[in-house]
């Protein structure tokens, strides 16, 4: 009777755990008070779209980055479709976040699939903002050879990967062209991929040495610092 009563504990515990292993407080699109709904064009996804995103959400991130991730972020919200009121038509983004929210698109653009690289970088992005006065700039720059171009951020948002040859843009020493456009976003990408798409990264890192070192700042820097619970 009392190894049935374990057991039955056992179990409870089991599952108590697993259903609280992804509890972040998740939304089905924006509040119209939330800042990101006045700064951005945003629409509802439906029931089915929200639920698979939740679970690929749990499936992709979870077993690595959760527990972190529940020191720096309350709250994650899902939308349709998400565009910039500032910058006009054809601008779609796949993630932003604000404060310690996330929020995350499942366009046809941005896909499911992919969700859970959007919430490693914007996670990435949060650690970023809040320690920002200890990332090691000077470093990154000397390992860095060619400059930004965060005046060509919109083109190169609107054109994605065929703003430049992928040849081209690792030489360069960005692994996306999207790493261009400033030190954060080439830091989130480098965060992004090493978590979510570890083994292509990996494999070909060796050929790219300015890609290689900046990843090493990059990991450093975002292990330190996603264990604190500042909040």
Request: hydrophobic share 35%; glycine share 4%.
């Amino acid at each position: 009777m009392l190894m049935n009563k374990l057991r039955l504990l056992s179990v409870i515990l089991f599952l108590l755990f697993a259903n609280n292993s992804f509890a972040f407080n998740t939304q089905r699109g924006l509040s119209k008070g939330h800042v990101v709904y006045k700064l951005a064009n945003t629409s509802i996804p439906s029931t089915y779209k929200y639920k698979l995103a939740i679970s690929t959400l749990k499936d992709d991130v979870a077993p690595r980055l959760t527990k972190y991730m529940h020191r720096h972020i309350k709250n994650i919200y899902i939308v349709e479709y998400m565009e910039p009121k500032y910058i006009g038509a054809g601008n779609e983004i796949c993630g932003t976040y604000y404060k310690s929210d996330i929020v995350l698109s499942v366009s046809q653009r941005c896909k499911i699939k992919n969700i859970g690289y959007y919430a490693v970088h914007e996670f990435s992005s949060i650690i970023y903002k809040k320690y920002k006065s200890e990332f090691p700039f000077n470093k990154w720059r000397r390992a860095n050879k060619y400059p930004y171009r965060s005046d060509k951020k919109w083109d190169i948002i609107s054109a994605g990967q065929n703003y430049l040859s992928k040849p081209v843009s690792r030489s360069r020493g960005f692994w996306k062209p999207y790493s261009m456009v400033s030190v954060e976003e080439d830091y989130n990408v480098l965060v992004g991929y090493y978590y979510q798409d570890h083994h292509k990264l990996m494999k070909n890192i060796k050929k790219y040495p300015i890609i290689e070192s900046k990843l090493k700042l990059a990991n450093k820097f975002f292990i330190k610092h996603r264990n604190s619970s500042q909040p």
